[in-house]
Nanobody, 124 residues
Framework: QVQLVESGGGLVQAGGSLRLSCAAS????????MGWFRQAPGKEREFVAA????????WYADHVKRRFTLSRDNPKNTVTLQMNNLKPEDTAVYYC?????????????????WGQGTQVTVSS
């Protein structure tokens, strides 16, 4: 089992930046990908970004492209989501997720490990 701990959420004004980190521990050697999803009140959890562990290839949802950047730090088993030019509609709980097996990185079902989430609030 993999344990995921998110950090870095908070309150920021529109146009500002935040950096979210996700530290993985436990059985991490078989990881396929890691991703970030978010869930706003009353809405479904949606894909934000993902990274393939073996290649560092990245994928982004259209609404965060060119604003968010996902990177990894192998020795620290950490992924970081740099979020720039934040908008009020980015307000949500952000969840880190890890997938042990291959699948579409866009789908929640691909990920079998989830963090507890961190709140991001963007004020207008």
């Amino acid at each position: 089992q993999v344990q995921l701990v998110e950090s870095g959420g908070g309150l920021v004004q529109a146009g500002g930046s935040l950096r979210l980190s996700c530290a993985a521990s436990g059985r991490t050697f078989s990881r396929y990908a890691m991703g970030w999803f978010r869930q706003a009140p009353g809405k479904e959890r949606e894909f934000v970004a993902a990274i393939r562990w073996s290649t560092s290839s990245t994928w982004y949802a259209d609404h965060v492209k060119r604003r968010f950047t996902l990177s990894r730090d192998n020795p620290k088993n950490t992924v970081t989501l740099q979020m720039n030019n934040l908008k009020p509609e980015d307000t949500a709980v952000y969840y880190c997720a890890a997938a042990d097996y291959a699948g579409s990185v866009y789908y929640k079902a691909t990920y079998n490990n989830w963090g507890q989430g961190t709140q991001v609030t963007v004020s207008s």
